[in-house]
């Protein structure tokens, strides 16, 4: 199993529509959850940071967390074509001499379709 | 606005060759990472750094050395470059427990 798994699409959606996105992790000892955008040959950018139960909203992006179930989502509502890029999940863990560390899904490449 | 820097954009490199890749942060970060981004692969943390001079090994350290000689500077190495080391690589840093920052990002190829 991977340590942070996400569906890698490509997922389209029309403009205006809601974008969902989705991810789960397997390290139940994870308290920090992080989604950044990551724009054709550019570095990622962080967009959201959601470290409890719950849903946190951030303009139009919401973040979803749920630890029981071990799944973190972001929904991007009234979706623009700028957000057309690849998203990326990241999750941190403790790694074996105690220091923090992100591990990173693979990525959803979403396109809006005008 | 934090600010990673990595000087070198764009490197061609020959097998063999020993390559530096150098990265600064200007936010007084005490972790900073070295992470790889491939087609498919995502992105991969090959070695980060928690303190001066301190390094723990990533996923993926095989082939790659790191230096951390100030708190600012993270380097890393390639002591013999080969062909599969050809990637993008990413430099990123942050505060214990909040998210990481990155770089531009270098783009290497081993020919």
């Known amino acids: 199993q991977k340590e942070v798994e996400q569906n890698s699409g490509p997922l389209s959606v029309p403009e205006g529509a809601i974008a969902s996105l989705n991810c789960t992790y397997s390290d139940r000892g994870s308290q920090s959850f992080f989604w950044y955008r990551q724009y054709s040959g550019k570095s990622p950018e962080l967009i959201m940071s959601i470290y409890s139960n719950g849903d946190k909203e951030d303009g139009r992006f919401t973040a979803q967390l749920n630890k029981a179930s071990q799944y973190v989502s972001l929904l991007i509502r009234d979706s623009q074509p700028s957000d057309s890029a690849t998203y990326l999940c990241a999750v941190n863990k403790i790694s074996n001499f105690g220091n923090e560390k992100l591990t990173f899904g693979t990525g959803t490449r979403l396109t809006i379709i005008p | 606005d934090v600010k990673v820097t990595q000087s070198s954009r764009y490197l061609v490199k020959r097998t063999g060759e020993k390559v530096f890749l150098e990265c600064v942060q200007d936010m007084d970060h005490e972790n900073m990472f070295w992470y790889r981004q491939d087609p498919g692969l995502g992105l991969r943390l090959i070695y980060f750094?928690?303190?001066?001079?301190?390094?723990e090994k990533g996923d993926i350290p095989e082939g790659y050395s790191v230096s951390r000689e100030k708190k600012e500077r993270f380097s890393l190495i390639l002591e013999s470059a080969s062909t599969n080391q050809t990637s993008m690589y990413l430099c990123?840093?942050?505060?214990?427990?909040?998210?990481?920052?990155f770089g531009e990002g270098s783009w290497l190829t081993v020919v």
């Open positions: 750094s928690y303190d001066v001079k301190m390094k």
């Open positions: 990123a840093s942050s505060l214990v427990n909040a998210p990481i920052y």
